[in-house]
């Protein structure tokens, strides 16, 4: 049973019982397993159990009913049992955990998006890291009496704001076009292996933000960016492809055909977007792809930043 199955199944036994003295702050909290951990992006397995995993949950409050009710509900959440399903739940500090347990919607959201809410300014967005989106929107929230979380949290689950994938689109291919296309050659010429292997890695780390900004979906934290691919409906055959170019040695004939796949998987992106609209023809030429994709942004202040402000 995966983790955040497990994690609701306790709830349900137990946690909803902590509301039983507080009926009129069970309208107004919300209760779900959203944030980090590979339990909440539903990736969790056997090894997963080995560190930070917790078969606990969340409780967000508005700001007003933690103080109030905050520190008690705190502590009745710390009382719940500490075994369950054959599982031990980790330690909590006498006000709860960090990733766990009470705390408000406003402070769960800084902690990841820099402020209590969306983003209300358009720059803002680039700024924010793609996995810590990722982060606010993963899981699942089993209760929301005020819906307050779920509003921020359904707006967030939209995705960036269309001009901004376009800017982070545009930065990731020209570190592609840089990597992959460019430097990756010269340090195999240059006998510089580890630099060239350096230079694959950054390809295929910009090639993975470039699917998942092409797929509507925020990237999660690098070591989950492989697994997340493989439920991605464009571009998730990729991942052997992209998988094959980290295991490939670089001697001349392995060099060669690493050269061969990354044209070949510049190519099937920019197939996609074509089919986006975002360059209006086809091929390997990231370069060149990358300020086509800028020269699409309708605003002008996002359009004229430096081509690299969206990594």
Not at 241 to 259: C, D, F, I, Q
Request: aromatic letters at 12%; a negative charge; proline letters at 3%.
């Amino acid at each position: 049973m995966k983790g955040l199955e497990i994690c609701e199944k306790y709830y349900r036994l137990y946690g909803e019982s902590l509301f039983e003295k507080y009926p009129e702050l069970m309208r107004r909290a919300a209760t779900g397993l959203v944030g980090e951990g590979s339990e909440c992006l539903g990736f969790d397995d056997e090894i997963s159990r080995d560190h930070d995993f917790d078969f606990g949950f969340c409780i967000w409050l508005t700001d007003e009913d933690e103080r109030d009710y905050g520190f008690a509900l705190s502590r009745a959440y710390a009382s719940l049992p500490k075994e369950f399903m054959g599982l031990k739940r980790a330690a909590d500090s006498p006000v709860g955990g960090s990733r766990r347990g009470v705390m408000t919607i406003g402070g769960f959201y800084q902690k990841f998006l820099g402020g209590k809410t969306v983003p209300d300014e358009l720059h803002r967005w680039l700024y924010i890291p793609s996995y810590a989106l990722s982060a606010a929107t993963n899981g699942k929230v089993f209760y929301d009496g005020l819906g307050s979380f779920s509003q921020i949290r359904e707006q967030l689950k939209k995705g960036y704001p269309e001009d901004i994938r376009r800017k982070k689109i545009a930065s990731n291919l020209v570190m592609m076009a840089q990597t992959g296309q460019y430097n990756y050659v010269r340090c195999v010429k240059r006998g510089e292996t580890g630099a060239a292997g350096i230079a694959i890695a950054q390809f295929v780390r910009h090639a993975l933000s470039v699917i998942y900004l092409l797929n509507g979906v925020y990237e999660p934290f690098y070591k989950w960016a492989y697994r997340g691919l493989r439920d991605l409906p464009i571009l998730s055959d990729l991942e052997l492809t992209l998988t094959g170019l980290t295991e490939l040695g670089n001697s001349k004939t392995e060099a060669a055909e690493k050269s061969e796949i990354i044209d070949d998987t510049a190519n099937l992106i920019s197939r996609v977007l074509k089919e986006q609209g975002l360059i209006t023809e086809t091929g390997i030429d990231l370069e060149s792809f990358s300020y086509r994709v800028n020269d699409r942004i309708s605003d002008c202040n996002i359009r004229n930043m430096h081509i690299m402000e969206g990594l």
